[in-house]
């Protein structure tokens, strides 16, 4: 690997071991008494804090799943080679949040009707994906998207799929807007909080 490789820039090449993890399942497991659930909804710094607020969440992390590199940087991602999608791993207690609460701040935080798109963010790692742990939670993705799709009365282009590894991004994407973001202007993750999300903060 040279040096521009090293720093996270150009693209690095992808033999078959590479897939063969990258693809594989995500085997981290959630503290005892949560379940895991992975979401794609665009730019993940915005669906994050949606996350980060609900109430049952104990814990989000931002990353990279359902591609083809092993242990892939944000710049190799945003090229559009690497073919993953930057994801929200949420961690949270069913007995105070249910899987369909989840999907609810999914639905209602992105159009799930344009394809590898949300407003101005372009590129396949933007696209819209459900990653379900369990079949539980693939039946209800399911089916929350049937009825989705009719509430629209559009085509719904979210995929859903088995979660694969989970590639935690860099730590100062992790909380980006509470921490401030690029203004600098912390946005609140309380739990319950309703305040507009200024998504590049």
């Known amino acids: 690997m040279n040096l521009i490789e090293k720093l ?3 693209t690095k090449s992808m033999d078959s071991s590479d897939a063969s993890i990258a693809q594989g399942p995500d085997t981290d ?3 005892p008494g949560q379940q895991l659930a992975q979401f794609g909804a665009g730019c993940f710094w915005g669906v994050e804090l949606a996350f980060q607020r609900v ?7 931002v990353g990279y799943s359902q591609g083809y590199l092993h242990n892939p940087t944000y710049n190799q991602v945003c090229s559009g080679t690497t073919k ?3 994801v929200v791993r949420v961690h949270y207690d069913p007995t105070q949040c249910q899987f369909g609460h989840l999907l609810d701040v999914f639905w209602a935080r992105h159009d799930p009707t344009t394809l590898n798109r949300q407003g101005n963010d372009v590129g396949t790692q933007y696209r819209s994906g459900i990653y ?4 539980e939670q693939e039946k209800e993705a399911v089916e929350s998207l049937e009825r989705q799709e009719k509430l629209l009365n559009r085509k719904i282009v979210t995929e859903i799929l088995p979660a694969k590894k989970f590639y935690r991004a860099e730590e100062y994407h ?3 807007l509470a921490k401030g973001g690029r203004s600098g202007s912390k946005q609140s993750a309380e739990k319950g909080c309703n305040d507009p999300i200024r998504c590049y903060g």
């Open 55 to 61: 109430a049952g969440v104990t814990k989000t992390e």
């Open 8 to 10: 996270g820039f150009g």
């Open 29 to 31: 497991s959630p503290s």
């Open 84 to 86: 993953h999608s930057e």
């Open 132 to 135: 379900y742990y369990t079949p």
């Open 174 to 176: 992790q909380q980006y």
